[in-house]
């Protein structure tokens, strides 16, 4: 510790002496807070602090520390009281030392204190020769300054610790800290793993490895915070555990192990559905084989009865009625509907029967269809499709397990069950009322529209219909389509459309180049049209009329025979049975054509019927009629499935779906 004595401090001294025997003696001790040579020659920052000794005792009785700060332009002197500063000035009383305050605070006060922190930090070698220096200068820094006398000490400050520092630079400093522990491209905080571990550059300033990269290989390769040269090859990692960064090892195991468990499962599935993919392709091979072997057996068995007559081991008409009545459906259970429901669909490759109906959410008005499941007859979900209501129903019999639907909102969708999202929107000019599959070509889809017209549409081209048939006769709704593949061993040769409308029935023969029309000798208001693959029959229903005093369901055998020069074919069909039911129809209801469970050589036919509020079963072998199937309601449509070798029938009505089994 450095100090010196002015020699004015004795006069002071005196003179406390001589004026009272009560009065105390003053000792000031002016100390600066600047450790810089050229500071030093005008103090920024002198600490003052007087000190009142009682005379007769010895002892101290008052103390009071006072913080000059000297403006270096000019001679005016600011007194701080315990490190505040105060704007105002300060005029002692008589018995303390007299400090006058001219200005304000000197603006550039905050910069140089900063400078002397800074300067404050150096070794301490150096700091003992400038507070040496320090106490020189000090020793001549009262009588510079009017009004202050007395006793004037220089102390050395022994560490950096020791100098006073602002709350201001106490807080950046704590701010500056909370900056260095992010990245500052990004501001995230830096890892010891993965792309956003820890870095640095040559020029030593830290960031995250992914960011750096990016900056240098867009920015020229300067650094982003002192702007030096830099490049890629500059960048090292840094293996601190000084610095706060993010554990993400965990994490980047767990993402690691998690997209290879995404790679299996997609090469699962893909091999599941390669597999699904061979077994129905071996499915329906099979299928074809045993459809062959049956239409043999049966041109078979039809060549032996014309050579030889009827055996009389041959059952009659009413033995075969007597033994398909002996076998009939019974009730199983029944699944009650929100109401306004109206088709029925089922998709054989997923085991899952589709409703129509309202959607029970009025939050989200509009159509759709509710999926129940086959094989426990256990409703699933609601599949919102259409905004208005629903007119027709297929499935494309794909594993993919595609709806194609029909409305009246002008549109026709496909929607695929398995996602239960819509994949495919067409737009027509009119409403749809009826809609089918190409079953050669699962592309092309079809929609008959309520004026008479069909429209083609190909999958792979979506902005627009691909052709357009229009009815060769009067345009009336079509209220049913069924497409017919070709088949050069049935009656009917040629491939095409079954068209169903108000005003009868019309085939379209399906060319190489175009489709043909054919008018069906059909009369009467249509309301349902099936199409059976497998004998190649057709089921029209009609309604009752002027001509006709109740409801006919007509079964018919399409037929075809070259006519012309050109080779050409003329399409027609003739009725083999008529089944006739009640006198009263108001409803399109849908009728069904399909094999017996019991007889795989038989063909039923189940319709609704409204008198009755019953569903009919005849045998379209015999024509005889087989069940009365009761229901709580019109029947507006019927639906026949199997799964795991039982069969069953569904029929529906407005707030009910009744499920039958054959027995």
Avoid at 380 to 397: E, L, P, T
Avoid at 550 to 557: D, M, V
Wanted: proline letters at 5%.
């Amino acid at each position: 510790m450095a100090e010196v004595v002015e020699d004015d401090s004795m006069d002071v001294e005196e003179q406390s002496h001589h004026d009272s025997p009560q009065a105390q003696r003053r000792r000031t001790v002016i100390q600066s807070t600047s450790t810089q040579q050229t500071l030093l020659d005008h103090p920024d920052v002198i600490s003052v602090e007087e000190t009142d000794d009682d005379e007769e005792d010895g002892r101290s009785t008052s103390e009071r520390p006072i913080e000059l700060v000297r403006d270096g332009d000019s001679d005016n002197v600011i007194t701080v009281d315990e490190g505040e500063e105060e704007g105002e000035h300060d005029e002692d009383d008589e018995d303390e030392t007299d400090v006058e305050d001219d200005t304000g605070a000197d603006p550039d006060a905050g910069a140089r204190e900063e400078e002397a922190q800074q300067l404050g930090n150096l070794g301490t070698t150096e700091g003992v020769h400038d507070t040496e220096r320090q106490a020189t200068t000090l020793a001549a820094a009262p009588a510079s300054m009017p009004g202050v006398h007395g006793h004037i000490t220089s102390y050395v400050r022994n560490s950096p610790a020791e100098f006073k520092t602002s709350p201001r630079r106490t807080a950046a400093k704590v701010e500056s800290d909370e900056d260095s522990d992010c990245c500052s491209i990004c501001f995230e905080a830096w890892t010891n793993s993965g792309n956003h571990r820890l870095a640095s550059l040559k020029c030593g300033h830290l960031f995250g490895q992914s960011c750096i990269e990016k900056w240098l290989k867009g920015q020229g390769g300067k650094c982003p915070q002192c702007n030096a040269k830099a490049k890629k090859g500059d960048i090292r990692v840094i293996f601190a555990k000084t610095v706060k960064m993010v554990d993400t090892t965990d994490r980047d195991r767990a993402v690691r192990e998690l997209e290879r468990e995404k790679q299996l499962r997609r090469k699962v599935e893909l091999e599941a559905a390669q597999t699904r993919l061979q077994y129905e392709l071996a499915l329906q091979e099979c299928n074809m084989i045993r459809t062959q072997l049956d239409r043999e057996r049966q041109r078979k068995a039809q060549a032996l009865t014309s050579v030889s007559g009827p055996s009389p081991s041959q059952p009659s008409c009413s033995q075969a009625s007597s033994s398909q009545q002996a076998r009939l459906y019974k009730f199983d259970s029944s699944i009650p509907l929100k109401g306004e429901s109206r088709l029925l669909g089922y998709d054989a490759q997923h085991g899952t029967l589709v409703v129509s109906q309202a959607s029970p959410n009025q939050l989200f008005p509009g159509f759709g269809v509710k999926k129940i499941s086959a094989m426990d007859l256990r409703s699933m979900q609601y599949v919102s499709v259409h905004s208005k209501a629903i007119r027709d129903i297929c499935f494309s019999g794909r594993v993919d397990g595609l709806m194609l639907t029909a409305s009246i909102d002008k549109t026709l969708k496909i929607t695929s069950l398995m996602s239960n999202t819509v994949v495919q929107t067409y737009h027509t000019p009119f409403p749809v009322w009826a809609c089918c599959w190409n079953q050669e070509d699962n592309n092309y889809v079809y929609a008959g529209l309520q004026n008479g017209s069909v429209l083609v549409f190909d999958q792979r081209d979506t902005t627009k219909y691909v052709e357009e048939l229009s009815p060769p006769r009067t345009r009336c709704p079509i209220v049913a389509i069924s497409y017919v593949p070709r088949d050069p061993s049935s009656s009917l040769r040629c491939g095409g459309l079954l068209l169903g409308t108000l005003r009868g029935g019309c085939f379209w023969e399906k060319t190489s180049t175009e489709y043909r029309p054919h008018p069906l000798p059909m009369e009467g208001s249509c309301t349902s049209l099936k199409f059976e693959h497998t004998t190649r029959h057709c089921l029209a229903s009609f309604r009752p009329d002027k001509n006709h005093n109740s409801t006919r369901h007509l079964l018919c055998e399409l037929e075809s025979r070259l006519v012309g020069e050109d080779g050409r074919n003329q399409c027609s069909c003739h009725v083999m049975h008529t089944f006739y039911g009640g006198s009263t129809q108001k409803l399109l209801t849908r009728s069904a054509l399909f094999t017996s469970p019991g007889d795989p050589g038989q063909i039923l036919v189940c319709a609704g019927d409204e008198a009755s509020t019953s569903a009919q079963l005849w045998s379209a072998s015999t024509a005889a009629w087989l069940q009365k199937i009761p229901t709580d309601g019109p029947v507006l449509d019927v639906c026949p499935f199997s799964i795991n070798s039982k069969h069953q029938l569904s029929v529906l009505t407005d707030k009910l779906l009744r499920i039958y089994s054959w027995t």
